[in-house]
């Protein structure tokens, strides 16, 4: 509870509510309420890479992503800005992998993509990048984004269908060329990195 207060104070001082490079997020779908989840557990089917989900609870830190750079694109350093129409990778905290999709089925719901983890420690393919679509100019905190996987321009997408074991309940993630609200993200628990300094982020979890 004292970051939570730490940070409302380090925000209304810092006047910013930008999302940023290296920062760590948790993404939570509009529609669901669930955030973006990955583990080591593989999926059965499609290409057998590691599963990414949707789950409602707010304290597994198996839902943090780390922000880095489009694989195509210069480094961005800690606490740069991402622009609306940036590309983007999220690296997953706990596995080092990328959020990641390609033209494998998606496991249950068969008319949409596959949504994996992929790669070793930050190391993919093109498939890991993520175009940031949002109304503003920059990412930030309070609005809502999809994310347009660059090399299919499917957007991802909570399908709402459930996995039974061995991750019962929870959502199944894909890729999807529907604008629902199903593709609408938006951060919630975070540690959000500032430009300029070395250690000066803001927390809303810890």
């Given at each position: ?7 409302l104070i ?20 509009l529609?669901?309420g ?24 707010g304290?597994?830190?198996n839902s ?11 480094t961005?350093?800690?606490g ?16 080092g ?27 993919g393919?093109?498939g ?13 905190q309070?609005?809502?984004?999809r994310?347009k ?6 957007y ?23 604008l ?10 975070s ?10 982020s ?5």
């Amino acid at each position: 509870m004292i970051w939570v207060f730490l940070s409302l104070i380090l925000e209304l001082v810092s006047g910013t509510e930008l999302v940023t490079c290296t920062s760590m997020i948790k993404l939570q779908n509009l529609q669901r309420g669930v955030r973006l989840h990955s583990h080591g557990v593989k999926y059965g089917s499609g290409s057998g890479q590691q599963s990414v989900t949707g789950v409602p609870d707010g304290d597994d830190v198996n839902s943090y992503w780390t922000i880095l750079s489009g694989s195509t694109k210069p480094t961005c350093a800690r606490g740069d800005e991402i622009k609306c129409g940036g590309v983007i990778r999220l690296q997953h905290a706990q596995t080092g992998k990328n959020l990641h999709s390609h033209l494998f089925t998606a496991p249950i719901t068969n008319h949409m993509q596959e949504v994996s983890a992929f790669g070793e420690e930050g190391k993919g393919d093109s498939g890991d990048d993520w175009q940031v679509v949002c109304s503003t100019d920059v990412w930030l905190q309070s609005s809502p984004v999809r994310l347009k996987h660059l090399a299919t321009s499917k957007y991802l997408t909570v399908s709402g269908a459930t996995f039974g074991h061995p991750i019962p309940g929870q959502y199944e993630i894909t890729a999807h060329s529907s604008l629902s609200d199903g593709s609408l993200w938006k951060p919630t628990e975070s540690i959000m990195f500032l430009s300029g300094s070395d250690d000066n982020s803001l927390h809303d979890e810890l």
